[in-house]
T-cell receptor
Framework: ETGVTQSPTHLIKTRGQQVTLRCSSQSGHNTVSWYQQALGQGPQFIFQYYREEENGRGNFPPRFSGLQFPNYSSELNVNALELDDSALYLC????????????FGQGTRLTVV | SQELEQSPQSLIVQEGKNLTINCTSSKTLYGLYWYKQKYGEGLIFLMMLQKGGEEKSHEKITAKLDEKKQQSSLHITASQPSHAGIYLCGADWSGAGSYQLTFGKGTKLSVIP
């Protein structure tokens, strides 16, 4: 068990709605990264938060946004949901700096109908 | 174009057989991560390689990063049904331990008892 927890585990939303996904990082980890994994594909990097600031972003539109809180937990928000947003959303936490492992949560399965 | 190629895409082996999965990068790897994923679940950390020529082992799984740091291999000795799943390699190309990983599409491993 990694100590990285995500909620909810499953979610069904309607196109056009907004959704918030949550991630609690492992104790001692100050960096959280979010990934989107479509069926049959590898995870794609969405963005990363380090000490409450966005620290890098992948090729995702602005309707994907996030937050990191003082306890280093994080949220991923997606506005104006599209059918293609249906995927497994994963968060990973790590300790900042080189040479450290990155641990993933179990993911949130989002289905947009 | 896919800059991190995994091969093979899928593999079916008899229990007890050895197998190798390859991960080839179009750019120099500053960090290479191997993860295992059960269908629809989170990623389980296996190993992280950073130095050219580095080799790490855990139980029956060995991973290597070649000297030029553009290819990694994952070798499983005497495979068991518990090894079945999707193996993903993730590349850190930033050189700064960013953990903003680019993943391959994965190798699906099935082990027949």
């Amino acid at each position: 068990e990694t100590g990285v927890t995500q909620s909810p585990t499953h979610l069904i939303k309607t196109r056009g709605q907004q959704v918030t996904l949550r991630c609690s990082s492992q104790s001692g980890h100050n960096t959280v990264s979010w990934y989107q994994q479509a069926l049959g594909q590898g995870p794609q990097f969405i963005f990363q938060y380090y000490r409450e600031e966005e620290n890098g972003r992948g090729n995702f539109p602005p309707r994907f946004s996030g937050l990191q809180f003082p306890n280093y937990s994080s949220e991923l928000n997606v506005n104006a949901l599209e059918l293609d947003d249906s995927a497994l959303y994963l968060c990973a936490s790590t300790q900042g700096g080189t040479g450290f492992e990155a641990f993933f949560g179990q993911g949130t399965r989002l289905t947009v109908v | 174009s896919q800059e991190l190629e995994q091969s093979p895409q899928s593999l079916i082996v008899q229990e007890g057989k050895n197998l190798t999965i390859n991960c080839t990068s179009s750019k120099t790897l500053y960090g290479l991560y191997w993860y295992k994923q059960k269908y629809g679940e989170g990623l389980i950390f296996l190993m992280m390689l950073q130095k050219g020529g580095e080799e790490k082992s855990h139980e029956k799984i060995t991973a290597k990063l070649d000297e030029k740091k553009q290819q990694s291999s994952l070798h499983i000795t005497a495979s068991q049904p518990s090894h079945a799943g999707i193996y993903l390699c993730g590349a850190d190309w930033s050189g700064a331990g960013s953990y903003q990983l680019t993943f391959g599409k994965g190798t699906k491993l099935s082990v027949i008892p």
